[in-house]
């Protein structure tokens, strides 16, 4: 058995079709389906069940997932270890969507800054997708916000947190006021995000902690079409500082809460257990010199 044949197995393995991995890997599938036919008849035995829809592994593949990782992660670490000259090579950093746009640019422009021969690849995933990656080591760094439940194993350090504040439409009552009680949004319309983004999430244990749950009236992609459903009047909403910081439209407003204020604390992660080259050891030193309230 091969590297090549090893890393199409754990794509089938991870994806549960042939067809789905043949894409992502960039083979035809029948090309797919020799190489596992080579290493099934190397072995003796099916490391595939293909009687039903689905493809499931069997204990014999099972066996070999768990063998294949380690020994992927071996080869690209030690690959990426003999490589590492500190000076060029890839970097790739995976971010939540309501961190990316605000986050991300200033820190590359200090890094690139610093380290011109490094390219950054930079993925926008949700945290449970992003924390999978990293934990598989496709990541080097991931920036995501606590609390998120991180597999075992993964590095979680906290960076800086950061207040949300409430977005209104102008001219809305509420925003005639330097800051807002939660007792004065019961009943208001919210637009939020998507399931799948941690941002509802901890918007609405805040509110419900405090016996004020949001009424959800819509359900965005994008914290900017949260904003933009905001300025038109479909609701209202709580969006990062951050975010707040670079918006320069005239047609919405941004007041803290009165009293006890939601935050959020931003966070890198990464996976300990595989090979960080000098180039993603200095990103991660770069992220964390990054502060908020220092323009770029």
């Known amino acids: 058995m091969d590297l090549t044949q090893l890393r199409s197995f754990l794509k089938i393995a991870e994806l549960g079709s042939f067809t789905k991995a043949a894409e992502e890997i960039g083979v035809s599938q029948p090309a797919l389906s020799q190489q596992v036919a080579r290493l099934e008849a190397e072995l003796g035995r099916p490391v595939f069940d293909r009687s039903g829809r689905a493809v499931r ?5 099972r066996l070999l997932r768990e063998r294949a990782s380690r020994i ?8 990426r270890e003999l490589l590492d000259d500190g000076r060029a090579g890839l970097v790739v950093v995976a971010a939540i969507p309501t961190i990316a746009p605000f986050l991300l640019p200033p820190v590359l422009r200090a890094y ?59 001219g809305h009552p509420l925003a ?26 901890q918007i609405r244990s805040f ?14 992609g994008q914290l900017a079409t949260v904003q933009e459903l905001v300025a038109l009047g479909h609701g209202i909403s709580f969006v990062p500082e951050m ?6 439209s005239p047609h919405r407003v941004y007041r803290p809460l009165l009293g006890d204020r939601p935050r959020r604390t931003i966070a890198a992660c990464w996976n300990p257990d595989r090979y960080q080259t000098r180039l993603a050891r200095a990103f991660l030193e770069v992220l964390r010199s990054y502060r908020p309230d220092v323009p770029s």
């Open 72 to 79: 992927v992660a071996l080869a690209d670490d030690a690959r």
């Open 57 to 61: 592994l069997t204990e014999a593949g």
């Open 176 to 201: 005639e006021r330097d800051a807002v009680p939660l007792e004065a949004v019961r009943g208001e319309p919210f637009v939020l995000l998507g399931e799948g983004h941690c941002l509802s999430d």
């Open 243 to 248: 975010a707040r910081r670079v918006d320069a």
């Open 207 to 220: 509110c419900q902690q405090r016996a004020v749950p949001p009424v959800a009236t819509g359900r965005a």
């Open 112 to 170: 690139r800054g610093e380290y011109p021969g490094a390219s950054v690849r930079v993925d926008e995933e949700v945290t449970g997708s992003l924390l999978r990656r990293c934990r598989r080591g496709e990541l080097d760094v991931g920036v995501l916000a606590l609390p998120a439940d991180a597999p075992p194993g993964l590095a979680v350090e906290p960076l800086f947190d950061e207040e949300l504040v409430l977005a209104l439409p102008v």
